[in-house]
């Protein structure tokens, strides 16, 4: 994951899981991302900075690395999936079109998981 995106604004990555991998077990990956930021930075961090998505059907999750608590929760949570499923059973990709300098919003994010 190329974090250099976070510096022009595009700071929204999507990822997108190949079958097998099993996307309630993803969902728990990401939330375990989401728990270990969390015991870094407080609950309170994770709630303001932290923005993420999921679209089980179409197999997508969405992150906003905005913040650097964002960042945070899509580094741990590739190298958590990069270990639990392995390299190639997943793509990253950052989301274009997020270059005003506004945080996008969880509603934002629930799209751009579409």
Known sequence: MNTEHTTNGR???RLTF???V????VEETLL???LAI???YGESAIRLDAGYAIDKDKRVVVINAHTRIGCAVARVFVGFCMSEF???T???SWIAGSGSGMTPTNES???AAL
């Open 109 to 111: 994010l629930a799209e």
């Open 90 to 92: 997943f793509g990253v």
């Open 32 to 34: 375990l991302a989401v």
């Open 22 to 25: 099993n996307m309630d077990a």
């Open 86 to 88: 392995g390299e190639g």
């Open 11 to 13: 700071a929204v990555y």
């Open 18 to 20: 190949s079958i097998p």
């Open 38 to 40: 969390g015991c870094l």
